[in-house]
């Protein structure tokens, strides 16, 4: 499992012009599934990006985590995260889980998400075209990879 987050003022995700889900200030997740993840790759991967100290404390160090500034998390599925662009010049997705596999773990993501912080994630919609809006606060970029968990 591999993600962007991306500390914003705000966010948004539309599908064929309709918003499916939209934030103010918090993280936006984009998120992307390999076909060996499991739940306990999930579980560490959402614990670590609710518990990311990467919000200004008082003295505007980054010392807060999203649960701690009470901030607002939207995930949307990304399959291309998982691209291996190592050879020519189009990327093999080959590294992504199918939607049949990527699916449940997305939807169990996004409910680990959820619990941690003891309220509603907002959501892109899995497989569609969508249009991603944001604007980034900081900016405040991170890429997370389960593979390189310790």
Do not use: C, H
Request: hydrophobic fraction near 45%.
């Amino acid at each position: 499992m591999r993600i962007v987050l991306q500390r914003v003022r705000q966010a948004s995700v539309t599908v064929e012009g309709r918003i499916t889900g939209q934030i103010g200030p918090g993280l936006l997740v984009l998120a992307g599934f390999a076909p060996d993840d499991d739940a306990a790759r999930l579980d560490w991967m959402a614990r670590k990006l609710v518990q990311m100290r990467i919000f200004s404390d008082e003295e505007g160090k980054m010392n807060r985590s999203v649960q701690d500034v009470g901030g607002e998390v939207l995930v949307v599925s990304q399959f291309t995260l998982l691209a291996d662009a190592r050879k020519g010049n189009r990327p093999s997705y080959t590294g992504a889980a199918p939607p049949p596999v990527a699916i449940p773990l997305y939807e169990q993501f996004v409910q680990l998400v959820s619990d941690l912080l003891g309220r509603a994630v907002a959501t892109g919609e899995f497989g569609a075209d969508m249009q991603v809006e944001l604007l980034n606060d900081g900016p405040v970029t991170i890429v997370l990879d389960s593979s390189e968990k310790q």
